[in-house]
């Protein structure tokens, strides 16, 4: 045996140790309380996770076939697809979301093949997943919801200073350092992240899935969770990560596995291999994007939205000005983007113009071709020809219990109603123009919204407000939790509608996005306006500037 192969197996047993399994080559004990097991054959491999020809089944649809992935202990194992491609129904599978029985293929976890029943019994076995929808109930505190179904006590009575005093623990672990009393509600999505990863840690886990863990993150509470990812897998937890953001895949993964149409396309060793975007994309939508951004030529009309020193009020807290004074205009035929931090008042602003839909009102003017127009709730806003893409789809833009189909009609119903009945054949009409239209992935728009990947859903909530027929979209993170394929899908969509003399809105966290897109940036920060700038004239850093200063550095 030559040294390098003593000191690789020396480097597996620490490893192994480390990581929580026996130190002996017979594999892993047997974890209690996870439904039936068989037991199978281990390798010396560090291997913690085996998914063997998953193939799984809807109605009319094959979500999974055949897929395979393979997750060594203690790494970081991105998944990476179209919205739609069967990542998430893959990890429902693993997690016990989809228990077994209602899909074929082998889940082998620390060298056992596993059943799981449901979650619980997944979480027994030290699997936990976060989805992107955080499953913490706002009105409970932190340590309730830590600790809720898992509540320490004695005969039925639960220890609340022993969850707290285990709570200041597990928020320490996650770099937290709030009041466990604190509310859920009151605290941001990013540290709502931090306590899913902490009510992980008090479950033991092994396996943490993390799905779109950064979607509704700003760059620096991105950062400190990836670095919190990093810090687990130092301690010997694996991870297996969905995310759309390719360069933070690009990162901190240590494997990427490729799934399109879901069917396993290729597993990449980073490490061995190296990777880009370029590539990682190449993978996932089966050719090479020789431009994400479409290419165009802008014709910009003449200015016909415009608002003056707009000011609104925080709804709760009455001395403090959400919006400042803020004025812009839009052309026809023009993508306005607005660039700022994540609360500097972009989404208030456009709220607060559609309709009064956020905050107080207290000063400003909208003008529509020349003319005072009134929006005092969103009825108004949407006769006036205004409509609004919402940042959050699933709470704000879709009910989810209605299917396609009233989902594209339900923003104006008076277009195919006679004497307010609904046209059923008009509607089942209009649906399946924009199905064809926007490439809705669907059998049909009768299937519930629910059905549908975060791509798709998005989609329809554009379908629902270009019904309407707009004269000026504003569009609210667009493409947020979603793929890069049907990204550019969307960039088209909005390229289309500014050539057909639409103005638009586009609000976005991603600059190089506005960049892209836009003919013209504002930038705003705390409320206020503070730069006007051609998207050819811009760049990242002139923007970052503009969207971090109280005083404009360019205009």
């Not at 623990?169 to 859920?184: E, F, K, N, Y």
């Amino acid at each position: 045996m030559s040294f390098t192969q003593s000191r690789v197996i020396r480097w597996r047993l620490r490893f192994r140790e480390n990581a929580g399994y026996p130190s002996t080559t017979a594999g892993p004990e047997r974890p209690a309380n996870v439904g039936n097991t068989r037991e199978c054959s281990v390798t010396a491999n560090p291997t913690i996770l085996e998914m063997r020809s998953i193939t799984k089944e809807f109605p009319g649809v094959k979500a999974l076939s055949e897929v395979s992935i393979e997750v060594k202990a203690g790494e970081i194992h991105a998944i990476c697809g179209e919205n739609g491609a069967g990542k998430s129904t893959l990890m429902k599978v693993l997690s016990g979301v989809y228990p077994y029985g209602t899909y074929s293929g082998d889940i082998i976890y620390q060298g056992q093949e596993m059943r799981f029943k449901d979650i619980r019994s997944s979480e027994h076995a030290g699997i936990v997943i976060i989805h992107q929808e955080l499953a913490l109930i706002p009105e409970l505190s932190i340590t309730e919801n830590i600790f809720l179904g898992n509540e320490p006590g004695r005969g039925g009575i639960i220890d609340w200073q022993v969850a707290k005093t285990e709570a200041i623990g597990l928020l320490a672990r996650v770099g937290l350092s709030d009041d466990p009393d604190t509310q859920i509600k009151n605290i941001g999505v990013g540290k709502q992240q931090l306590v899913e990863i902490a009510k992980a840690l008090n479950k033991s886990v092994k396996l943490l899935i993390l799905d779109e863990p950064t979607a509704a993150l700003n760059e620096a509470d991105s950062q400190h969770l990836l670095d919190l990812i990093r810090g687990l897998k130092g301690k010997g937890v694996s991870s297996i990560m969905i995310s759309h953001k390719l360069n933070e895949i690009e990162a901190v993964a240590d494997s990427i596995t490729i799934i399109r149409d879901g069917k396993t396309i290729e597993t990449i060793d980073v490490v061995a291999n190296g990777v880009n975007e370029d590539r990682i994309i190449q993978g996932m939508v089966g050719r090479v994007l020789e431009n994400r951004f479409p290419e165009h030529e802008s014709t910009v009309g003449e200015v016909f939205f415009e608002v003056r020193n707009w000011t609104v009020q925080h709804p709760l807290t009455t001395e403090r000005l959400v919006v400042k004074n803020s004025s812009f205009t839009v052309r026809r035929g023009e993508v306005v983007g607005f660039a700022g931090l994540m609360g500097a008042g972009r989404t208030e602003l456009a709220m607060s113009i559609f309709g009064r839909s956020y905050g107080t009102y207290l000063s400003g003017r909208v003008f529509k071709d020349g003319k005072e127009i009134q929006l005092r709730n969103v009825s108004e806003a949407i006769d006036h020809g205004i409509a609004y893409v919402s940042e959050d789809r699933k709470s704000l833009g879709l009910n989810l219990l209605d299917d396609i189909k009233r989902s594209i009609v339900s923003a104006k119903l008076s277009k195919i109603s006679k004497g307010s009945v609904v046209d059923k054949v008009a509607e089942h009409t209009v649906a399946e123009r924009f199905r064809t239209s926007l490439r809705i992935k669907t059998p049909t728009v009768d299937e519930g919204v629910n059905k549908l990947s975060g791509g798709n859903q998005q989609k329809v909530v554009l379908a629902k407000w270009m019904f309407t027929d707009p004269d000026l979209l504003i569009l609210d993170e667009p493409t947020r939790g979603i793929d890069v394929g049907a990204k550019t899908e969307i960039y088209g969509i909005i390229r289309d509608l500014a050539a057909q003399g639409k103005g638009i809105i586009m609000i976005s966290s991603e600059l190089p996005e506005l960049l892209g897109v836009s003919d013209r940036i504002y930038t705003i920060f705390e409320g206020t306006i503070t730069a006007d700038l051609p998207s050819a004239e811009a760049d990242p850093e002139t923007l970052m500037k503009n969207m971090t200063s109280k005083r404009a550095v360019s205009r």
